[in-house]
């Protein structure tokens, strides 16, 4: 993982989202990373990550049919416990714990919902959250 963000780091490319996960194979894993630029330079990275000892194969997956997901934990503080669970029903989340008004969620969507149900949260009261990379499953 430090070879490949070392990589992107000394060419002065941003990456949005890292995130790595172990396969069936012992010490083999699947590294997701999500940039935002233009064909060439997603193009020149993956040869690249190609040259690198270690990697298997590297594949950009944007046209390709998959499904994405962002995992957001939550913790809020409400005043108004109805006003709270409405907003948690509108967004389908799922409530982890609950204890003197503090609620501890889990919401897992797209970024862009992610982007608005934080916002809306922010509406009932103190928030603190923290928000995964998108995971991708093809």
């Known amino acids: 993982l430090n070879r490949i963000t070392a990589l992107f780091f000394a060419r002065g490319i941003s ?7 172990e396969t069936k194979k012992e010490n083999e894993y699947v590294i997701f990373v999500e ?18 000892v270690d990697v298997i194969d590297v594949k950009d997956i944007t046209e390709e049919i998959h499904t994405e997901t962002q995992l957001t934990l939550v ?25 003197d008004g503090k609620y501890y969620i889990e919401f897992a969507n797209s970024k862009e919902k992610t982007a608005k149900f934080v916002k809306e949260l922010h509406k009932l009261g103190s928030v603190k959250y923290l928000k995964s990379g998108r995971m991708f499953l093809k």
């Open 35 to 52: 940039l935002t630029y233009d064909w060439k330079v997603v193009g020149f990275i993956c040869r690249l990550l190609k040259k690198l």
């Open 15 to 21: 990456i949005d989202s890292i995130m790595s996960c």
């Open 75 to 99: 913790k809020v503080k409400c005043t108004n416990k109805e006003s709270c669970l409405e907003h948690f029903n509108n967004f389908n989340v799922e409530v982890i714990n609950e204890k």
